[in-house]
């Protein structure tokens, strides 16, 4: 490029990372809308040509899934109304819901819905049997299909899947379950989940992925697209739970969200070997509005790879994003949050905190801001801290009678608190902290010879 | 015998020796002052008895109601019955004060204490501290001033009961309200349960409103005058130098 000739690239703020252009925005580039077999035909050759990804940041990042044998892993299918796999027997939260669909292998084999719900238009049931012109009008409108091999086998095999509807006005206060199984090592799969709350609809959903603690290894490629249309309100909490196994999953969650419309997002990361997640929230029409949530937990040898992404398209809108994550054993954690504002997305306000606690000394935490903003009428910053057990909390709590195993759990608990609480749902609540407290249990050990080795 | 015996003892921090030999006595019913200057080892004393594990003993020992708790760990002396109210009392965010308190509590039980007595033991003890209700809802010392700070420190010890309190410049950076209140927290405690203290402190102020039966004055780690209430008036009256003269004198 000549000397003295600008650039086109968008104006980038001080201490912006440059690491920002490899990690990159969907930006609404979808492969759809279009009919469910045209998609499925374009996925499939774009698997064929893809290569197995890695993803890398500025060389201390890298996501590998190079070496995963996709040959010995098989998708597999069970008896539609068969038994629940224990882990979603076990691993679902207490209370009543609106709804539940569980996806075991590669079938769907419940779709329960409140038959009241049914005959007020809404639609909850396998994708794959969801009425054609209700999801034509949304299916993978804001999802690619050909980024790497795994985005394109997700979207080019997926079977079963799941497929909400909550039709124009109708508020719903118990929520809806969507949940994946992987109960058998060797298992591949593939899922897709389509939610629509349309105009000045207000419900639930949230979205479980769980395993037992599988002897081998096992795959999930998934997509979740949520969109919210005008005065459309959701409270969006997946969980993400495949136990201690080697489960390898490669997802991407996208919400959009509508003219005046909000969403509260709220994922729990707590357990899986090798993740790769792409989470992306779109603020895609005026006055619309959320809060990006996150909590995560990584232990023993885990490697989770967040990339959230906090995305303005116009404003006037708003956005607050605050995750907290901690790691334990030798676990590696990257969380990268992403804010971009579009060109002429003016007033836009936006806020992206990420807490993390270090509780072992072979554990690994990366946080990384960045921020792409476009406009000049707008409000974007980013904050956040890296923490690790405060020896003078501990001793505290021990002069008033708690075990140094008490004060830490404590302390880890009211580090994850503010999120938890956000929730707003008892029995998930309880499944969270329960989870926490359990893996902290499993780590103590770790905790006790970290503090030992300061 | 006294409840907390201190015999020649020895501590050092990060290659410092801050006590030089400190003997004291301190039991049930009694009420003990220790003053000094800024540095002489007082808090380092009060950290001690307790057991934080950044203090080394390198020589002597605690004892408490027979036991060498030398080496306890500090949750097994509070079960013991010795408590602490820090100098700096740190916030634990997400937790309030009254499920903390109900945790504690419940570390030196067999079975948790029930509802009922919780609560009545915890307006006792608001009632005694005067402070609101709500206080207890709160996260503990997260977002508190100062005398919120300390008058959490004397609610903890009126909810917790022990035998023997040490209090850590619990009056520094009080004003007279909060002073007030907390000395009345202290003169309860003694009087309706028998409690010993150990107060330790810098100024002569809080010492209006508790009377000590015993007065130790401590300089460059040592235990070097010991006397009653008419050592609080002759320190009030011409402050540390003249008996840091005398102690060189005897040297």
Request: proline share 5%.
């Amino acid at each position: 490029m000549p000397d003295g000739v600008a650039t086109k690239a968008p104006p980038v703020k001080p201490g912006a990372h440059r690491e920002a252009v490899l990690y990159r925005a969907l930006n609404g580039a979808g492969a759809g809308p279009a009919p469910v077999e045209e998609l499925r035909e374009r996925a499939r050759e774009a698997y064929e040509r893809l290569e197995l990804p890695t993803w890398r940041r500025s060389g201390f990042w890298t996501t590998s899934l190079r070496d995963l044998d996709l040959d010995a892993l098989t998708e597999r299918t069970y008896a539609p109304g068969g038994p629940l796999p224990a882990a979603v027997a076990e691993g679902l939260p207490r209370g009543d819901v609106a709804g539940r669909l569980v996806q075991h292998g590669s079938t769907v084999i419940r779709a329960e819905l409140d038959p009241e719900l049914r005959e007020r238009g809404v639609v909850l049931c396998a994708l794959d049997e969801a009425p054609p012109e209700l999801v034509e009008r949304w299916l993978m409108s804001r999802l690619p299909l050909d980024r790497d091999k795994l985005e394109a086998a997700s979207a080019a095999l997926w079977s079963g899947g799941a497929f909400l509807y909550v039709p124009p006005g109708v508020v719903v206060d118990k929520p809806f379950d969507v949940v994946y199984a992987i109960d058998e090592p060797g298992t591949a799969q593939y899922g897709h989940t389509l939610a629509v709350g349309d105009e000045g609809s207000d419900f639930r959903l949230r979205h479980f992925k769980l395993a037992p603690d599988l002897d081998g290894p096992a795959l999930h490629a998934g997509q979740v697209e949520l969109y919210l249309e005008a005065n459309a309100r959701c409270r969006f909490a997946p969980v993400q739970d495949w136990g201690g196994g080697s489960v390898v999953d490669v997802s991407t969650q996208v919400v959009r969200v509508g003219r005046d419309a909000y969403v509260h997002w709220l994922p729990s990361y707590l357990g899986g070997s090798l993740s790769r997640q792409h989470l992306e929230l779109a603020v895609a029409e005026p006055g619309g509005d959320m809060a990006f949530r996150g909590v995560f937990f990584a232990e023993r040898d885990e490697h989770l790879d967040l990339f959230a992404v906090d995305l303005h398209e116009t404003g006037p809108s708003g956005g607050d994003v605050h995750w907290r994550g901690a790691a334990t054993g030798q676990a590696k954690a990257s969380f990268e949050g992403l804010i971009q504002i579009n060109p002429g997305a003016q007033q836009s306000h936006t806020y992206l905190q990420i807490h993390t606690m270090m509780l072992s000394p072979r554990a690994k935490v990366d946080a990384i801001p960045s921020v792409l903003v476009s406009a000049d009428d707008v409000s974007a910053s980013h904050g956040g801290t890296v923490g690790e057990l405060d020896e003078a909390l501990i001793f505290y709590m021990r002069s008033r009678g708690l075990s140094r195993a008490e004060a830490v759990h404590v302390i880890v608990e009211g580090f994850f608190e503010p999120l938890i609480g956000e929730l707003e749902d008892e029995g998930l609540e309880e499944l969270v902290r329960d989870k926490i407290g359990e893996k902290l249990q499993a780590a103590a050990a770790d905790v006790e010879a970290y503090a030992a080795a300061r | 015998m006294a409840d907390l015996e201190i015999r020649n003892l020895h501590v050092r921090v990060e290659d410092r020796e801050i006590l030089k030999g400190v003997d004291l006595d301190v039991s049930k019913g009694e009420i003990h002052a220790l003053m000094g200057p800024n540095g002489s080892g007082k808090s380092t004393l009060a950290s001690t008895i307790m057991g934080h594990p950044s203090y080394e003993v390198t020589e002597g020992t605690i004892t408490f109601r027979g036991e060498d708790i030398t080496e306890a760990d500090p949750e097994d002396r509070a079960h013991a019955g010795l408590f602490l109210a820090f100098q700096y009392p740190v916030a634990i965010p997400g937790v309030s004060v009254a499920n903390f308190l109900r945790m504690a509590i419940n570390t030196s039980r067999e079975d948790p204490i029930n509802v009922k007595d919780f609560r009545k033991r915890l307006q006792h003890a608001v009632d005694l501290l005067d402070v609101d209700r709500s206080f207890t809802s709160r996260h503990l010392n997260d977002g508190f001033s100062g005398g919120e700070k300390k008058r959490a420190e004397i609610l903890q010890m009126a909810m917790l009961q022990p035998e023997v309190a040490v209090l850590d410049e619990t009056d520094s950076g009080l004003d007279i309200d909060a002073l007030r209140t907390v000395a009345e927290g202290v003169n309860k405690l003694h009087g309706e349960l028998g409690m010993g203290a150990l107060i330790i402190t810098h100024y002569q102020r809080i010492l209006h409103y508790v009377t000590p039966q015993f007065v130790h004055v401590m300089m460059d780690g040592r235990i070097v005058i010991e006397g009653g209430e008419e050592l609080v008036e002759r320190l009030e009256r011409e402050g540390y130098d003249p008996i840091r003269e005398e102690v060189g004198a005897r040297a």
